[in-house]
């Protein structure tokens, strides 16, 4: 009997002799076709061996730094697990607003008897993450666009190429990512990008870079937002995860191409906000310990092109679940997608992304 079954039925004895103690479990996300995945590889399988959990989907994982903070300041956690980004998990660790733990007792060990911390290899980037997948923010185009005269896109600097590919852009609005792009466009090598954001110059340079095209730029805070753009031929160009540039290409079929030079990777996964009661801890581990296993992460690929986070699921990611292709190819891992690529510099980030954030916002109301 596992440990979450063990509690439940210990309080539903006390309270007077009820069958089941009905729970409910928030799990902040991003929404869209990346929260589907999870729900379909994860929510829907646990709560069918659990059907006294209802899990609750939030979408808020672009704020949860701030809300986290707002909740810390208040004494009330309303959130259960939380879907982050690397350098978002760095922070929330730094700042104590995420628990550390032990990944190796979290999470089930390899197949072949390895260390969880081993099969995760890489991905375990600090004492609070818990890695799920990797993934890439990069960018889609349309291939319909008539002012282009049948050329397309072939490089990441046709985002500042507005005479040969006018149209609207979509960036993110935050400079994680933009600056670098923009920087490798005014010519910065990519071994030199961080020690030149890193002074003051280089982020004015960055920001400069971004001016150009800051006329022709629709700004985005969800991932979802790109490809809708795209869809509606709101847009011609514009960054957002690969797996959702994945769902309106090869789910929606619309006239969209990936384009992945410069493609930036992350490690993203789950932090447990600190604060949470006992009983709900034990909830959120038996979770955890579930969703994280070979097989389920190995799962969730069949619904999203992100490589699942351990080394273990990586041979038994297959095909679409409901359009039968091969998914391998479609990750960003995969070597031909690789031509051009960064890392996500994590520790960069969370030392510096509070002061930069101020300087972008600053750069956006001018």
Same mark, same amino acid.
């Given at each position: 009997?596992?440990?979450?079954?063990?509690?439940? &039925?210990?309080?539903?004895?006390?309270?007077?002799?009820?069958?089941?103690?009905?729970?409910?479990?928030?799990?902040?996300?991003?929404? %869209?076709?990346?929260?589907?995945?999870?729900?379909?590889?994860?929510?829907?399988?646990?709560? &069918?061996?659990?059907? *006294?959990?209802?899990?609750?989907?939030?979408?808020?994982?672009?704020?949860?730094?701030?809300?986290?903070?707002?909740?810390?300041?208040? /004494?009330?956690?309303?959130?259960?697990?939380?879907?982050?980004?690397?350098?978002?998990?760095?922070?929330?660790? !730094?700042?104590?607003?995420?628990?550390?733990?032990?990944?190796?007792?979290?999470?089930?060990?390899?197949?072949?008897?390895?260390?969880?911390?081993?099969?995760?290899?890489?991905?375990?980037?600090? *004492?609070?993450?818990?890695?799920?997948?990797?993934?890439?923010?990069?960018?889609?185009?349309?291939?319909?666009?008539?002012?282009?005269?049948?050329?397309?896109?072939? @490089?990441?600097?046709?985002?500042?190429?507005?005479?040969?590919?006018?149209?609207?852009?979509?960036?993110?609005?935050?400079?994680?990512?933009?600056?670098?792009?923009?920087?490798?466009?005014?010519?910065?090598?990519?071994?030199?990008?961080? @020690?030149?954001?890193?002074?003051?110059?280089?982020?004015?340079?960055?920001?400069?870079?971004?001016?150009?095209?800051?006329?022709?730029?629709?700004?985005?805070?969800?991932?979802?937002?790109?490809?809708?753009?795209?869809? @509606?031929?709101?847009?011609?160009? %514009?960054?957002?995860?690969? /797996?959702?540039?994945?769902?309106?290409?090869?789910?929606? !079929?619309?006239?969209?191409?990936?384009?992945?030079?410069?493609?930036?990777?992350?490690? *993203? /996964?789950?932090?447990?906000?600190? /604060?949470?009661? *006992?009983?709900?801890?034990?909830?959120?581990?038996?979770?955890?310990?579930?969703?994280?296993?070979?097989?389920?992460?190995?799962?969730?690929?069949?619904?999203?092109?992100?490589?699942?986070?351990?080394?273990?699921?990586?041979?038994?990611?297959?095909?679409?679940?409901?359009? %039968?292709?091969?998914?391998?190819?479609?990750?960003?891992?995969?070597? !031909?997608?690789? %031509?051009?690529?960064?890392?996500?510099?994590?520790?960069?980030?969370? !030392?510096?992304?509070?002061?930069?954030?101020?300087?972008?916002?600053?750069?956006?109301?001018?």
């Amino acid at each position: 009997m596992k440990l979450r079954t063990v509690i439940l &039925a210990s309080a539903a004895t006390v309270a007077m002799g009820n069958a089941a103690l009905a729970e409910d479990l928030t799990i902040v996300s991003w929404g %869209g076709a990346y929260s589907a995945s999870q729900d379909k590889a994860y929510h829907q399988p646990y709560m &069918a061996e659990n059907p *006294d959990v209802t899990i609750i989907n939030d979408e808020s994982s672009n704020e949860a730094v701030a809300k986290l903070r707002a909740m810390n300041e208040t /004494g009330n956690i309303t959130w259960d697990i939380v879907d982050v980004e690397g350098p978002d998990s760095q922070r929330l660790c !730094d700042e104590g607003l995420a628990m550390e733990i032990d990944l190796n007792e979290w999470t089930a060990p390899a197949p072949d008897g390895g260390t969880a911390v081993a099969d995760f290899g890489d991905a375990v980037i600090n *004492d609070c993450f818990i890695p799920q997948i990797v993934f890439s923010t990069t960018f889609g185009y349309r291939t319909d666009v008539a002012a282009w005269n049948g050329k397309e896109p072939e @490089d990441l600097c046709a985002i500042f190429d507005t005479d040969t590919f006018p149209g609207k852009r979509a960036l993110e609005k935050r400079p994680k990512k933009n600056l670098e792009w923009a920087l490798i466009c005014d010519g910065v090598a990519k071994a030199d990008l961080y @020690d030149v954001l890193s002074t003051p110059e280089g982020v004015d340079r960055a920001l400069a870079k971004l001016d150009t095209i800051k006329d022709d730029i629709i700004w985005w805070s969800a991932g979802a937002e790109t490809p809708q753009l795209l869809a @509606d031929g709101e847009i011609v160009m %514009g960054s957002t995860y690969n /797996g959702r540039l994945f769902s309106v290409i090869a789910e929606q !079929d619309q006239p969209v191409k990936m384009l992945w030079d410069w493609q930036v990777f992350d490690y *993203d /996964g789950w932090v447990i906000p600190a /604060g949470l009661s *006992d009983e709900k801890l034990a909830l959120v581990k038996d979770y955890i310990m579930f969703a994280t296993d070979t097989q389920r992460l190995a799962d969730q690929a069949k619904y999203i092109s992100y490589g699942p986070a351990r080394a273990s699921s990586q041979p038994l990611v297959g095909d679409h679940a409901d359009l %039968g292709i091969p998914m391998a190819e479609h990750m960003p891992t995969n070597p !031909d997608n690789m %031509g051009n690529y960064l890392v996500n510099n994590i520790l960069w980030w969370a !030392d510096n992304q509070d002061d930069v954030e101020q300087k972008f916002q600053a750069w956006l109301a001018q």
